[in-house]
T-cell receptor
Framework: AQSVTQPDIHITVSEGASLELRCNYS??????LFWYVQSPGQGLQLLLK??????LVQGIKGFEAEFKRSQSSFNLRKPSVHWSDAAEYFC???????????????FGRGTQLTVWP | NAGVTQTPKFQVLKTGQSMTLQCAQD?????MSWYRQDPGMGLRLIHY???????DQGEVPNGYNVSRSTTEDFPLRLLSAAPSQTSVYFC?????????FGSGTRLTVV
């Protein structure tokens, strides 16, 4: 069965510190992988995505993520966190191809990031 | 280019009432989905569609109905509102490159 696990419900870091948010997935084939960010009271914004090729992908706002097939992981990283990065982060997986059971994303439960000044 | 437009942004319903949450996209996306977001539960898929005339159930479809007669619109109908349906609802549209989300509808059922 398809599933996404974000092991950390809440992470707190100091401004300027590095950040890594974990994401593990279970999927029958090599999935497409996504990270979204949600600020309070807002919708979800796409940070980055991986489909194929280079396993290290760059996204917006200075974020990057690395796909590790052997570990079924897609962890999100940022070298230096800014106070404005405080938000909730969601990992998602899917296989967006035409079909009756495809075309949907499976989401993790999210990781809430708090940034101390 | 408006993206994904959800209306209304806020709604209060009485138990037993019915209503429709509207969702429209102008990006010619083939995929559309409805999610509900509750504290600590992440995003749970209610229904989704891979094209006009094609819909399927997600994880929590009970009490909700959808149809997709056009590429642009994907309304979500609450048949008989219950307090357990108090939530924030997100519509999303996408293609093989990913999904774009609307800004959400906050629904309270009293």
């Amino acid at each position: 069965a398809q599933s996404v696990t974000q092991p950390d419900i809440h992470i707190t870091v100091s401004e300027g510190a590095s950040l890594e948010l974990r994401c593990n997935y279970s999927y029958g084939a090599t999935p497409y992988l996504f990270w979204y960010v949600q600020s309070p009271g807002q919708g979800l914004q796409l940070l980055l995505k991986y489909f194929s090729g280079d396993t290290l992908v760059q996204g917006i706002k200075g974020f990057e993520a690395e796909f590790k097939r052997s570990q079924s992981s897609f962890n999100l990283r940022k070298p230096s966190v800014h106070w404005s990065d405080a938000a909730e982060y969601f990992c998602a997986v899917g296989r967006l191809r035409r079909g009756s059971t495809l075309g949907r994303l499976y989401f993790g439960r999210g990781t809430q990031l708090t940034v101390w000044p | 280019n408006a993206g994904v437009t959800q209306t209304p942004k806020f709604q209060v319903l009485k138990t037993g009432q019915s209503m429709t949450l509207q969702c429209a996209q102008d990006m010619n996306h083939e995929y559309m989905s409805w999610y509900r977001q509750d504290p600590g539960m992440g995003l749970r898929l209610i229904h989704y569609s891979v094209g006009a005339g094609i819909t399927d159930q997600g994880e929590v479809p009970n009490g909700y109905n959808v149809s997709r007669s056009t590429t642009e619109d994907f309304p979500l109908r609450l048949l008989s509102a219950a307090p357990s349906q108090t939530s924030v609802y997100f519509c999303a549209s996408g293609n093989i490159y990913g999904y774009t989300f609307g800004s959400g509808t906050r629904l309270t059922v009293v």
